[in-house]
């Protein structure tokens, strides 16, 4: 079983904060996503990130893929009362030609007070 | 354009029951993968259609089984039923190219709710 383990796990900081959250296997991975779920909701995928050292924007947020492709952050600036939710990272790793699968992160709930 | 669509959306069973969920997948998708999340952690993997035949499996016993149909969605089918089955079941469909890295799209589950 290839884990993920994100932290912190829980994150509360006040609105105009910067914050890092990170994830983190021994295992390689093809690919790694990062998602936000809001309670009730499915998570919604935000970034997938494939070669090791990349780095991508999306407004305040950015992410980046470990050289090895074993380990993510993600980095929000400046957040929002709207960026509160769980944010999850999944490795992907496929199987010869037959299939992928996802492994999720525990997961990482923020609150951001306004 | 419709995005993945689950149903029942909540269901309470009993212990040693059956039951049996749906997903409609994303329009142009063909891959159905199913995640079981538990409260207070991440999903995980329970296995993965495409084709209707099941491509891939996590950790999870017989007593979990799939079905993928022509038109690409699918169900999932859990028989006797404990309470550690309780938990939020989510399926996201994909579109099977050349290679993978292709984003999944996540209904917004069934809760089930085992007494």
């Known amino acids: 079983t290839q884990l993920l383990e994100q932290s912190p796990q829980f994150l509360s900081i006040q609105e105009g904060e910067n914050l890092t959250v990170y994830c983190n296997s021994s295992s390689v991975f093809s690919s790694l996503q990062w998602y936000r779920q809001e309670p009730g909701e499915g998570p919604v995928l935000l970034v997938t990130v494939v070669t090791g050292g990349e780095v991508k924007k999306l407004k305040r947020l950015t992410f980046q893929f470990g050289d090895a492709r074993k380990d993510s952050s993600l980095h929000i600036t400046a957040a929002q009362p709207g960026d509160t939710g769980l944010y999850l990272c999944?490795?992907?790793?496929?199987?010869?030609?037959?299939?992928?699968?996802?492994?999720f992160g525990t997961g990482t709930s923020l609150t951001v007070i306004p | 354009d419709a995005g993945v669509t689950q149903s029942p959306t909540h269901l309470i069973k009993t212990r040693g029951q059956q039951v049996t969920l749906r997903c409609s997948p994303k329009s142009g998708h063909d891959t159905v993968s199913w995640y079981q999340q538990a409260l207070g952690q991440g999903p995980q993997f329970i296995f993965q259609?495409?084709?209707?035949?099941?491509?891939q499996r996590g950790n999870f016993p017989d007593r979990f089984s799939g079905h993928q149909f022509p038109n690409y969605s699918s169900e999932l089918n859990v028989n006797a039923l404990l309470l550690g089955d309780s938990a939020l079941y989510l399926c996201?469909?994909?579109?099977?190219?050349?290679?993978?890295?292709?984003?999944?799209?996540f209904g917004d589950g069934t809760r089930l709710s085992i007494l």
């Open positions: 996201a469909s994909s579109r099977r190219l050349q290679g993978f890295n292709q984003p999944q799209h």
């Open positions: 999944a490795g992907e790793d496929i199987w010869a030609n037959t299939g992928n699968q996802f492994y």
């Open positions: 259609y495409y084709e209707e035949e099941e491509r």
